[in-house]
């Protein structure tokens, strides 16, 4: 039986020569995949010239980068390239700002679903938030696909990726704002003030909020569940309370 491959993602760039002229020009890589045992030659100081960059690198199976690589010659390494170029946080703080604004950040822990994050991000920018705050690992980062779902909304959102959440949820706080969690067996939405600078965290689509992540929340929000099934989808989940927010912000 003949392997399985697929056809290359669109935002794939695949082998050596192209992954070094993509680190070398102006195009934002969201993250580099090396095949194990591939770090070796001229793999080498491409990933020198990635970690001075501060992109992410992951190495993974051969078999899995080949059927991302929809069987081209990737030479053990290929390259993610992101739709935007992400944001800081303090470019999230500018906008609220020039916008004469209280800032509203949507802080995602590890949401993994790139449908999810594209929905989410443009309901943050139908809902007026200031910006999106992602983690490095383990979570959807700015692909195509993500574009695609955000209709656009990329475009005017800024995303900012963090190294470790519940760190940025303390710089949030120092920086006046209060932070919400969406979870379970929180304070109901509807009695919520949602005043002044509001960070709202949303979790992974299974496990919710992490622990430590939950910990740093000044308040956890939930909404009420009227059915069988006790939980809905983060985007959706997220989009009811981002709406909730922008009401009581007037």
Aim: charged share 25%; hydrophobic share 40%.
């Amino acid at each position: 039986m003949a392997q399985e491959t697929s056809k290359p993602k669109d935002d794939i760039i695949v082998g050596r020569n192209p992954v070094s002229e993509a680190l070398r020009s102006s195009r934002s890589i969201d993250r580099i995949l090396v095949a194990k045992g591939a770090g070796s030659g001229a793999v080498v100081g491409i990933l020198a010239r990635a970690k001075k960059k501060g992109i992410l690198i992951k190495e993974v199976d051969q078999r899995k980068l080949d059927y991302l690589c929809g069987g081209a010659n990737h030479q053990g390494i290929a390259a993610f390239a992101s739709v935007k170029e992400y944001a800081s946080v303090d470019d999230i703080f500018t906008l609220a700002e020039e916008r004469g604004e209280s800032p509203f950040v949507v802080v995602l822990d590890e949401i993994e679903d790139p449908h999810n994050l594209g929905a989410i991000i443009r309901t943050a920018e139908c809902a007026g938030a200031h910006g999106v705050i992602i983690p490095k690992r383990r979570s959807a980062s700015l692909s195509f696909a993500v574009g695609k779902a955000s209709a656009g909304a990329v475009e005017y959102v800024p995303v900012a990726r963090v190294t470790n959440i519940a760190t940025t949820l303390e710089e949030l706080k120092k920086r006046g704002l209060w932070v919400y969690g969406a979870d379970m067996n929180g304070t109901d939405f509807n009695d919520c003030e949602f005043g002044g600078g509001v960070a709202l965290v949303i979790g992974n689509e299974g496990k919710g909020l992490g622990r430590l992540v939950r910990e740093k929340c000044d308040e956890i929000v939930s909404l009420p569940m009227k059915g069988k099934i006790n939980s809905l989808n983060a985007s959706v989940a997220a989009g009811v309370l981002m709406y909730a927010v922008a009401s009581k912000r007037g």
